[in-house]
């Protein structure tokens, strides 16, 4: 009996002491009051004004917004036209092309692998991927039909340099330097999304040939880098890509309406891409690529650096689970060491010390310099955005996040990206 006794003394001394939790999960992304979590109702209100005013100028055809604090999610809504023509309205729930904002969750993906101890992050890409040996710099090029010369790289290309855009690979048609758009083109290289019918590995083969812009490490030239490692976690877990984001990522999350190519009962949320015409709006045509790939054609490229679609929701609950630490309704996705690892400055040669922002692993990131300036959020605000006009960002200080979804192409006039900044910015009450 006394020895029963001294038993359950010690466990409740040890369940009283100040030993650390195993675990604390975190709850779900789930609706509450703005008050309860230190916003202002009024002061939120200010986003209608601004966004229905943009709507009616005929800056923009319609958006979905989102403000989440402390993991609740205390404004979400839609305005304004998914489709003009047709006349469909904006949901909340409608389904985005996020190209770029694809990045995130791709490099995510390759820390998971990282955490596992399937590589280190200096490695050599080519390591894996052999086609990325003894890498080449443009030397001279020929416009009249676009030959080249290439001198050798300092170095290879490692895998941290693809993460961060220092690798030296290029955009093709979106990085600004015609060579490099020809060469690609030439090449048969896909920069980013596609409804052709394209393999990962064999485009990723392909651009492992291609000259580099500069050597590996010196700038920050954006990238495929992404791209290529969507091949690595393919090569590295044995899965396609799309199905290890799945089982790793999205199913995890709950992210249900994240894809690279949408079930076809999905379909009808997707939201047009819209330019301006003739006072108003209509559908973007098809030019280099149909913008309606999530839905039609192939649908076999997984393009891990803007080939996804998403929610407003879904995608502030992956923001939501960075500010977790790495973790989100139980759901431990990385450590919160490796979560630290990833918002640092990985090249002071590139971005110094002195920079209001930088890129880290997985987001741009803000400075103590840019904070100070106001608009942007605090220091340590993670952010980036999408080529059809979709943009995030992640308060780690304040514990807020906000989401502007927009399809738009040549859309010149529209500033609601940098006011909801500073509308979410002014709406803390607390």
Known sequence: MNNLLLTLLALIIFSSCGCPDAEKNSAPLTKAAPESQGMSSDRLARIDTMIMQAVEKGDIPGAVA??????????????????????????????????SQTKAITATAVMILWEEGKFRLDDPISKYIPEFRNPGLLKTFNPKDTTYTTEPAKSEITIRQLLTHTSGIGYGFIDGDERFSMIYHKAGITDAFTANKVILSENIKKLGRMPLHHNPGE?????????????????????????????RLFD??????????????????????????????????????????????????????????????????????????????????????????????????????????YYGMVFGVLTERGAEKGGQGSTGTFNWGGYFSTTYFADPVEKTIGILMKQTQGAHNDETEWKFKILTGQAVNN
Do not use: C
């Not at 839609?78 to 047709?86: E, H, K, L, V, Y």
């Open 66 to 99: 989102l403000v989440a604090r402390n993991g609740r999610i205390v404004y979400h809504k839609a305005f304004g036209m998914a489709d003009n023509q047709s006349g469909r309205v904006m949901k909340t729930d409608d389904i985005f092309r996020i190209a």
């Open 252 to 357: 995890p999350l709950g992210m249900d309406d994240t894809w690279f190519y949408l079930p076809y009962d999905k379909a009808s949320r997707l939201v047009t891409v819209q330019e301006p015409a003739d006072g108003g709006w209509k559908r973007f045509p098809v030019t280099s690529y149909d913008p309606d790939y999530p839905v039609k054609g192939a649908r076999s490229y997984f393009a891990g650096g803007a080939g996804l679609s998403s929610t407003a929701k879904d995608y502030a609950t992956f923001l939501q689970m960075y500010l977790n630490g790495g973790e989100l309704n139980g759901k431990r996705i990385l450590s919160r060491t490796t979560v630290k690892a990833v918002m640092g400055n990985q090249n002071y040669l590139v971005w110094g010390e002195d920079s209001e922002s």
């Open 219 to 247: 700038k920050f030239t954006y990238s495929e880098g992404l791209d290529v490692l969507g091949y690595l976690i393919e090569i590295v877990s044995g899965m396609s890509f799309d199905k290890f984001l799945r089982t």
